[in-house]
């Protein structure tokens, strides 16, 4: 269902919307008959192909622009006049953060603070009613926490911060200002910390849909170190379900930990990719896919386990993932290989570069 003021008005201003997690959001809230305001730059990771199917529709506009452009933010808030604001737009790879932290900082960080700065002025000049109904929902990570040992017990809300990488520090940095925002104006915020997402329109520099082109093609499948770092593994409808029950419910100032209950070995993820895939797509002239599999040198800083304690989201608003990872998995390779032309679209120049410097380069060493 999607979130309404007292006057039945459901219209939201979502940054990001074409990228992975926001596209999937969007295409949601809309079926759902609500209206979206979408604000997307269309980086490599933006993608418009992700809501084509909303070209046309009366309850969907794109604009394309820049959260740090703060007289854009300032003219769409007021324009639009949204019940929320649902804030996914960011720099989200922590292999780029390692090359470029520059515009991680940039978009992470400053591009929140201008967010937060236009939406405590229009929810200022607001009527009693609208205002008490406003939201400032941002998303953010569990990587934020650090990370964890084997033993350990998963992160919760109250788990202090600890980010490793600069992808984390500038998500901490920016959940730090989202915090501030409400404490010291009363900006009514709301912040959700999600495990490892995955599932269609995502963009194939992470683990899964890499793992799934790579063998799909049968080219190597790049395992940093020793392939046990353990991951929490979120399907992104259910992720979706919960913004959507955070957004309708959550308590502003609040915190709330979105996990899948699906924690993964890297290494038994690649090898459950490769026998879906084996079976869905066999290929004679691959064979065993699993025959792929190379360990490549670690990344700096590359946390050993993420595990996310969704209790408190079960407890208060009566939210809990839906989808197990192995049909969540199975969902996401059928998809795939469904829309083989949106992967082409996406595996631009820029793309395949990437590729090369970051994986390619590594499993020849």
Same mark, same amino acid.
């Given at each position: 269902?999607?979130?309404?003021?007292?006057?039945?008005?459901?219209?939201?201003?979502?940054?990001?919307?074409?990228?992975?997690?926001?596209?999937?959001?969007?295409?949601?809230?809309?079926?759902?008959?609500?209206?979206?305001?979408?604000?997307?730059?269309?980086?490599?990771?933006?993608?418009?192909?992700?809501?084509?199917?909303?070209?046309?529709?009366?309850?969907?506009?794109?604009?394309?622009?820049?959260?740090?452009?703060?007289?854009?933010?300032?003219?769409?808030?007021?324009?639009?006049?949204?019940?929320?604001?649902?804030?996914?737009?960011?720099?989200?790879?922590?292999?780029?953060?390692?090359?470029?932290?520059?515009?991680?900082?940039?978009?992470?960080? !400053?591009?929140?603070?201008?967010?937060?700065?236009?939406?405590?002025?229009?929810?200022?000049?607001?009527?009693?009613?609208?205002?008490?109904?406003?939201?400032?929902?941002?998303?953010?990570?569990?990587?934020?926490?650090?990370?964890?040992?084997?033993?350990?017990?998963?992160?919760?809300?109250?788990?202090?911060?600890?980010?490793?990488?600069?992808?984390?520090?500038?998500?901490?940095?920016?959940?730090?200002?989202?915090?501030?925002?409400?404490?010291?104006?009363?900006?009514?915020?709301?912040?959700?910390?999600?495990?490892?997402?995955?599932?269609?329109? !995502?963009?194939?520099?992470?683990?899964?849909?890499?793992?799934?082109?790579?063998?799909?093609?049968?080219?190597?499948?790049?395992?940093?170190?020793?392939?046990?770092?353990?991951?929490?593994?979120?399907?992104?409808?259910?992720?979706?379900?919960?913004?959507?029950?955070?957004?309708?419910?959550?308590?502003?100032?609040?915190?709330?930990?979105?996990?899948?209950?699906?924690?993964?070995?890297?290494?038994?993820?690649?090898?459950?990719?490769?026998?879906?895939?084996?079976?869905?797509?066999?290929?004679?002239?691959?064979?065993?896919?699993?025959?792929?599999?190379?360990?490549?040198?670690?990344?700096?800083?590359?946390?050993?386990?993420?595990?996310?304690?969704?209790?408190?989201?079960?407890?208060?608003?009566?939210?809990?993932?839906?989808?197990?990872?192995?049909?969540?998995?199975?969902?996401?390779?059928?998809?795939?290989?469904?829309?083989? !032309?949106?992967?082409?679209?996406?595996?631009?120049?820029?793309?395949?570069?990437?590729?090369?410097?970051?994986?390619?380069?590594?499993?020849? !060493?």
């Amino acid at each position: 269902m999607t979130a309404q003021t007292a006057d039945g008005s459901n219209s939201i201003l979502v940054t990001g919307g074409a990228g992975f997690i926001g596209s999937n959001f969007v295409l949601r809230y809309v079926a759902d008959g609500g209206r979206v305001t979408v604000l997307d730059l269309l980086t490599y990771a933006g993608n418009r192909e992700n809501l084509a199917e909303l070209e046309g529709n009366p309850r969907f506009r794109f604009v394309q622009g820049d959260i740090c452009d703060a007289n854009l933010v300032s003219a769409l808030v007021r324009e639009v006049r949204p019940q929320a604001i649902v804030h996914f737009a960011a720099e989200s790879h922590v292999d780029r953060s390692i090359v470029d932290p520059g515009a991680f900082i940039h978009t992470n960080v !400053q591009g929140t603070f201008t967010l937060l700065e236009q939406a405590k002025t229009y929810w200022s000049q607001l009527g009693d009613v609208e205002r008490g109904n406003f939201r400032f929902l941002h998303v953010s990570t569990d990587e934020v926490y650090g990370s964890l040992k084997p033993e350990d017990p998963a992160f919760s809300e109250l788990t202090p911060y600890a980010p490793n990488s600069p992808y984390a520090a500038s998500k901490a940095g920016s959940d730090h200002l989202v915090r501030a925002y409400f404490h010291t104006y009363g900006l009514p915020t709301l912040t959700t910390n999600c495990s490892n997402n995955y599932g269609p329109f !995502q963009f194939p520099e992470k683990l899964i849909p890499l793992v799934l082109l790579n063998a799909l093609d049968g080219k190597p499948l790049p395992v940093y170190g020793d392939g046990k770092n353990v991951r929490d593994w979120l399907y992104v409808g259910d992720h979706c379900s919960a913004i959507c029950r955070v957004l309708e419910s959550g308590q502003p100032g609040e915190t709330y930990n979105i996990g899948g209950n699906s924690e993964r070995a890297n290494l038994d993820v690649v090898e459950t990719i490769c026998s879906l895939l084996d079976e869905m797509k066999p290929d004679s002239s691959i064979g065993d896919r699993r025959k792929l599999i190379q360990f490549v040198p670690d990344r700096p800083g590359h946390d050993r386990r993420y595990a996310i304690d969704a209790s408190r989201i079960k407890r208060e608003l009566d939210w809990q993932p839906k989808v197990t990872f192995e049909e969540g998995l199975r969902r996401t390779v059928k998809w795939y290989l469904e829309h083989m !032309q949106w992967v082409d679209h996406v595996r631009t120049g820029a793309y395949r570069d990437w590729i090369r410097q970051n994986y390619e380069e590594r499993v020849a !060493q």
